[in-house]
DNA sequence: CTCAAATGGTTCAAGCTTGAACGATTGGAT
DNA sequence: ATCCAATCGTTCAAGCTTGAACCATTTGAG
C-alpha cells in the first residue's frame, strides 16, 4: 500500500514503518498463538492467564489496564475461563467493588505447561532477527508504544478540561 | 510481563522485543483509528476501501491475501460497505467465480477525504521517532513480517506433502 | 451524616475475525 | 466428453472487541 501513496517524504516515511509494524505484529500474532487453538485457548484468554501467571492475582480492572482491554471485554474473557475451570473470582471484602482473580491449580497446570510453547514459538520467530535487531526492535517498538498512549491520555485530559470548561 | 519472567537471555530477549511490537501496534492502531468513528467507518472498512483507492479493483481474494483477512472477513466487510453504497460487487464474465469490487463515486468520495486526515495521525503518532528509528524500525519490522510468513507457508508446505504422502 | 461523583463490574448491540462446511465454477487429466 | 480437484465466494457458529448504559459500592465535600 504505502508503495502506491505519493506524498512528502515525511508522510512516507511514516505510513512506511506503520504498515510495517502493523503487518510484522499480526504475522508474529497469527504464528505464535496458532499452537493454541489445539488446547481450546483462545489468544485473550491466554493473555490472562500468563499474566496472573507471572504477575499474581489481581482484580478485573487491573488486568484491562495491563492487557489494553476494555472493562466488558475482561468480563467477557474470565468468564469463559471460569466456565473452563482455570480461574476462579473473589470478591474483595475491604471494598466489595473490586473483583480478584486467581488461577485455580487446574489454570496454573495449563498455563505452566503452554507457556514455555508459546515462549519458544517466539524465539523462533524473533531468530529470523539478530540479537541486536531484536534490542532495537525493542527500543523503538517500546518509544513509539509509550509515545501513542501519552497521545491518548493527553486528549483526555484536553476534554476533560474542556468538559470543566463548558460544565462551569 | 516481559520482566517478570525469568528464563534465559535469548528468550527474554526474544519475549521483550514480541510483547513492546504488539503493544507499540496495538496503540497507533487505536490512536490512528479513534477519528474513523465519527464517521462510521470502521477499521476493516477502512482498509478495504484505502487498498481499492491505491490499488485500483480486485477480487475478494486478492482483498484478503493483501489485508491478511480470511475470506469470510472480507465477504462481511463487503457486505457492509455495499450497504453503505461505498463499494459495488462485480462479476467477472471470463471467470464467473471471482467478484471484483469497486469504489463507487460516493466511496471514493470518502476515502479520499478521510485518508489524509489519517495520514496525518499516522505522521503525528510516528513523530515520537526521529526519521532514523523510522526507518530502522520499517526495515526491520518488514524483515521480521516477513519472516513470520515465510513461516506459515513452509509449515503449510509440509502439511501438504505430509498429506500427500498419506493419502498415497 | 448525606448525597453526589467516582469507581469497578456487568450487560447489550454492533461489528470483527476465524475456520469449517458448502455450492458454483473452472481447469486439467484421462 | 467426463469427471475430479482446485479455486472463489458464502454461510455459520463461536468467540473477541468496543463503547455506552446500567447497577452496586465507596469516597469525599459540605
Redesign the interface.
Known sequence: ?PT??Q?DL??V??????I?????????????TAHLEELGVTPGQFAVL??LL??GPMCQHTLGE?L?RSGGNVTLVVDNLERHGWVRRERQVNDRRMIQIHLTPKGRRLITRVFPEH?KM????????S?A??????K??????????E??TERMKREKEHDNDQTE
Open positions: 500500500m502506491h501513496f506524498g515525511q508522510t516515511r511514516a505510513l512506511s514503518a506503520f510495517n509494524l502493523i503487518r510484522a505484529s499480526d504475522s508474529t500474532i497469527t504464528k505464535t500468563e499474566a507471572h504477575l495491563k489494553l515462549a517466539v524465539v523462533k520467530v524473533m531468530s529470523k532477527l540479537a535487531e531484536q534490542e532495537q526492535l525493542r523503538i517498538a517500546r518509544k513509539l508504544g509509550r509515545g501513542a498512549e497521545l491518548c
